[in-house]
């Protein structure tokens, strides 16, 4: 948050005016992953079975808006729902876009299934193509498949199915879905990882394709008014492939 991703060379503009975030501590211009990753979130509220949290982001020259962010984790049975919240507390409308990347363990036996018409193409950088939109046929079902780095889009229902070879996992997402490059599964396979590579995969929720900062065409659909909230939920339920539910 409050955007998925990257965006390229880490240069965007809003309303007319151009933003930089310059380069990272690696020297990369890619500005991954939004300004609340890997930052101390405050905790609002918790209980046995869910927590609350809460961090505000912006305030900078990239990023001048300032935008309250509150998610919730809650388990209730076979069922974990996370609940993402979005306000822009400034006094203009803030460029956002919320996501959420979860990671499924695997023994490297797997299968995902999507509601897509539609995958996103990219470059070497991983930044969409000018021209990005492919289709392909519904459902896209990946399996075992290794050095998957691709978003999905075009959706036709907001529910994937994962198997890790153990669990069948229903993920079921509720947010922007009303074109092409609005409502994404991303899908990850994590060759790359330091830590457990090709051990999990990852199946991402978003709002957006990568880049959407860049891209006219959402402009109007990443816009957040002064003093307006958005929510971002997904829902994970779990059973056995027998259909029992999972305890």
């Not at 240069?11 to 007319?16: I, V």
């Not at 609350?52 to 076979?78: E, M």
């Not at 999507?114 to 399996?143: G, I, M, S, T, W």
């Not at 307006?228 to 056995?240: C, G, K, N, P, W």
Request: hydrophobic share 40%; proline share 6%.
């Amino acid at each position: 948050m409050p955007w998925s991703n990257r965006i390229q060379d880490a240069r965007y503009s809003f309303d007319g005016v151009e933003y930089d975030f310059g380069p990272d501590e690696y020297g990369m211009r890619s500005a991954l992953h939004g300004l609340a990753y890997m930052r101390d979130w405050e905790i609002l509220h918790f209980t046995d079975s869910s927590v609350t949290l809460a961090i505000t982001v912006g305030g900078i020259d990239a990023y001048p808006f300032r935008i309250a962010l509150k998610v919730t984790y809650r388990l209730d049975g076979p069922n974990l729902f996370m609940e993402m919240e979005a306000t822009n507390q400034g006094e203009k409308a803030a460029p956002v876009g919320m996501g959420w990347h979860p990671y499924f363990a695997h023994e490297g036996d797997w299968t995902v299934t999507l509601p897509a018409r539609q995958k996103v193409l990219v470059d070497e950088q991983l930044n969409p193509l000018p021209e990005p939109f492919v289709e392909v046929e519904e459902p896209v079902v990946l399996h075992s498949a290794e050095n998957v780095d691709t978003a999905y889009t075009a959706l036709s229902s907001n529910t994937a199915k994962i198997n890790n070879g153990t669990y069948d996992i229903e993920m079921t997402y509720t947010g922007l879905r009303q074109q092409a490059g609005v409502g994404v599964f991303h899908v990850y396979t994590g060759e790359g990882m330091s830590v457990r590579p090709g051990q999990s995969v990852a199946v991402e929720p978003c709002e957006f394709i990568a880049d959407a900062y860049n891209r006219p065409e959402l402009a109007e659909a990443l816009r957040l008014e002064p003093a307006h909230s958005r929510m971002f939920t997904v829902q994970l339920t779990v059973s056995a492939p027998s259909g029992e539910v999972a305890r």
